[in-house]
């Protein structure tokens, strides 16, 4: 295989020819949590599609990127099937409620949970909801990679620059849901968000970027 996902709901085995491997965990009867697997199967994607990235979000949702840039969702419980619902992506990142993706031309786009500002839409503390569809994140061209939180995105661009957006608070989804929490609606230098030098890291370039539920991190250059 060239690559696993294994969640809450089910193990994914990405194999070396672009197929998806999948089985299901599920409940037995009188006992808590999951702990029967289906036999693996094929996941059922269009003729000729061959996957280059799959990741899930560690409960119930999955994401799959081809070769050819299509993007396809799916949620273990709702519908076992990959749905396309974006084209020319270049790469994405799941979050607990919500995706992040870039296309082949630098833009970034978001979709999922509106609340606590992780989509970078520039929406309030009470614009609560799903936002089904993919939407432009602000009119930069030059995003490099994402990673995504509970409530939070990280976006790191060609140039080595961190944007962070959407709160980092840990006190629960309520603060969120009830718009107590404090954010950030828009893509922020991190420098900006934490307070941190106008050259943080020692001037040293940033390479990668990596997101827990409530932390987020860095990989840069030895010097």
């Avoid at 289906?38 to 990235?53: M, N, Q, T, Y």
């Avoid at 999955?62 to 299509?70: C, I, K, P, S």
């Avoid at 569809?133 to 995504?148: M, N």
């Avoid at 962070?164 to 989804?173: E, I, K, P, Q, Y």
Wanted: overall charge neutral; proline content about 4%; hydrophobic content about 35%.
């Amino acid at each position: 295989a060239r690559s696993t996902v294994a969640t809450y709901s089910s193990n994914l085995l990405l194999l070396e020819d672009g197929r998806v491997l999948q089985t299901r965990l599920e409940r037995s009867s009188g006992r808590p949590g999951y702990d029967t697997a289906s036999s693996w199967e094929e996941l059922p994607l269009p003729i000729g599609a061959r996957v280059r990235k799959l990741a899930g979000n560690g409960w119930t949702h999955f994401g799959a990127l081809t070769e050819d840039g299509r993007y396809f969702a799916w949620t273990h419980g709702r519908s076992n099937l990959p749905t396309q619902v974006l084209a020319g992506v270049e790469d994405f990142s799941l979050g607990a409620d919500h995706t992040l993706a870039i296309k082949s031309d630098g833009s970034l786009w978001s979709s999922g949970a509106t609340t606590c500002g992780r989509l970078g839409l520039n929406l309030g503390p009470h614009d609560a909801g799903i936002s089904a569809r993919f939407a432009r994140v602000g009119r930069r061209r030059d995003w490099k990679a994402t990673c995504a939180g509970q409530f939070f995105s990280v976006a790191l661009t060609h140039s080595g620059e961190v944007f962070v957006w959407g709160s980092m608070d840990a006190t629960g989804r309520d603060a969120c849901d009830q718009g107590e929490a404090s954010f950030l609606s828009e893509p922020t230098p991190v420098q900006d968000y934490f307070g941190l030098p106008e050259r943080p890291w020692g001037g040293r370039r940033v390479r990668s970027i990596l997101c827990g539920l409530f932390h987020a991190a860095v990989v840069v250059d030895a010097s």
